[in-house]
């Protein structure tokens, strides 16, 4: 069993640091996760790990996306795939939001959906 606030455990956090949904989004490095808000308003925790060969993406504040440097694969704030190599979206951690508290269980990941069926393709 992990413990709270390691990798693989929970991590619960103050809804106070979820970022507006037209604010950059929030590391969580020990987690290894990107805390955003979503356009509905929900919190949504991002695998910090691309999709195609397991790079750590980064937020580029200038396109107001993710980009991963090793080869070019581009998401959307919410995590959703816009181009590049990778062959779906970015993976999710489970989040629930109760009371004043975000917590992101960072043993439990859902697989983003593929590349063809995101809303942000490039294209689309």
Same mark, same amino acid.
């Given at each position: 069993r992990f413990r709270a606030g390691e990798f693989g455990g929970a991590f619960f956090i103050s809804s106070a640091e979820?970022?507006?949904?037209?604010?950059?989004? &929030?590391?969580?490095?020990?987690?290894?996760?990107?805390? &955003?808000?979503?356009?509905?308003?929900?919190?949504r925790a991002l695998y910090m790990v691309c999709t195609h060969l397991g790079c750590l993406y980064k937020w580029e504040e200038s396109n107001f996306r993710f980009e991963c440097p090793c080869h070019g694969s581009k998401f959307s704030k919410d995590g959703y795939y816009i181009e590049g190599p990778a062959p779906r979206s970015l993976d999710l951690f489970a989040?629930?939001?109760?009371g004043?508290?975000?917590? &992101?269980?960072?043993?439990?990941?859902?697989?983003?959906?593929p590349a063809a069926d995101s809303p942000a393709r490039a294209g689309a």
């Open positions: 979820l970022p507006a949904s037209d604010a950059a989004p &929030v590391a969580f490095s020990a987690g290894k996760f990107w805390l &955003v808000e979503t356009e509905e308003g929900d919190p989040t629930t939001l109760e004043d508290t975000i917590t &992101v269980d960072t043993g439990s990941k859902t697989i983003g959906a």
